[in-house]
């Protein structure tokens, strides 16, 4: 057989036998594809791994979170809990949280505080536990705090009002935060420029999907719930990355 022929047949059969490797790996399916076999009528916005070999998180309608197995082809709902007691499904949900950061309008919070760690704090003053975070966020001059309201109740939004009424707001939060005005008559003002801010805070609760109070971003990362150890862990982290001063 002519050299050159013996070449083109051996190059044929070596590209054949790549070929043979990797095409089955470019068919494969992705998880995405597999989940849209298994679940036709499931829309959902994205898949992610988890750190349970095998499990992927499902994000859905902006930030709810099931559990999807392809080896089964089963999705599971419900919360996911490691050992420590840690809420993996609550991390997934902060993480899609935290993209939303970008889209806060800063300039539209209520700013308390000249410190160097950014909070920003979306809140309902009839919420406990919001009441919780404003307590332990009051003591602390290491922060600058940009507040939001997302009232849940009409109660609440007549809080809300009630402050954004004030001449001084910032005092007036603070009152309604304790409970001062829990059982006193509320002062609502008739103030286009407070109607507009309310629907604004509606807004921005609508676009980065809130569902409950209260959220924190620290430092533009998401904390959900009054979680004071995530949050302390958090404006550690800050302060470890600032570099040390010298020693004079």
């Known amino acids: ?22 095409l089955p790996s470019l068919w494969a399916e992705t998880t995405e594809e597999t989940l849209k076999k298994d679940f036709p009528s499931f829309v ?33 709902t419900g919360e996911m ?5 840690v809420n993996m499904t ?12 970008k889209d806060i309008p800063l300039e539209k919070g209520l700013k308390m505080g000249t410190g160097k760690n950014t909070v920003v704090e979306i809140t309902d003053p009839n919420c406990p536990y919001c009441r919780s975070g404003a307590q332990y966020f ?13 009232p849940l109740s009409p ?13 001084d707001r910032v005092k007036m939060y603070e ?31 609508t676009r ?9 971003f620290i430092n533009g990362k998401s904390v959900r719930g009054a979680n004071v150890p995530v949050i302390e862990g958090l404006l550690k982290q800050n302060q470890a990355k600032e570099p040390k001063q010298p020693v004079k």
Not at 58 to 75: F, R, S, T
Not at 90 to 101: A, F, G, Q, R
Not at 209 to 214: C, D, E, S, V
């Open 175 to 205: 009152e309604v935060m304790a409970g001062k005005y829990d059982e006193a008559s509320l002062t609502i003002c008739q103030d286009p420029a407070v109607d507009s801010l309310m629907k604004d805070y509606k807004d921005l609760g």
């Open 81 to 85: 809990i490691a050992k420590g007691g």
């Open 1 to 22: 057989m002519h050299r050159s022929m013996r070449a083109v047949i051996t190059g044929t059969c070596t590209l054949l036998l790549l070929l043979g490797v990797f």
């Open 138 to 150: 009051a003591d602390r001059t290491d922060v600058t705090r940009y507040v939001f309201f997302w």
């Open 44 to 76: 959902f916005d994205s898949v992610k791994p988890t750190t349970v070999k095998g499990v992927y998180a499902v994000i859905y309608a902006g930030q709810e979170v099931v559990y999807y197995v392809p080896e089964a082809g089963v999705l599971l």
């Open 90 to 101: 609550d991390e997934v949900k902060s993480e899609i949280m935290t993209l939303h950061y």
């Open 155 to 167: 109660d609440s939004e007549q809080k809300v009002r009630h402050i954004l009424c004030a001449k």
């Open 208 to 216: 980065i999907g809130m569902t409950g109070t209260p959220i924190y």
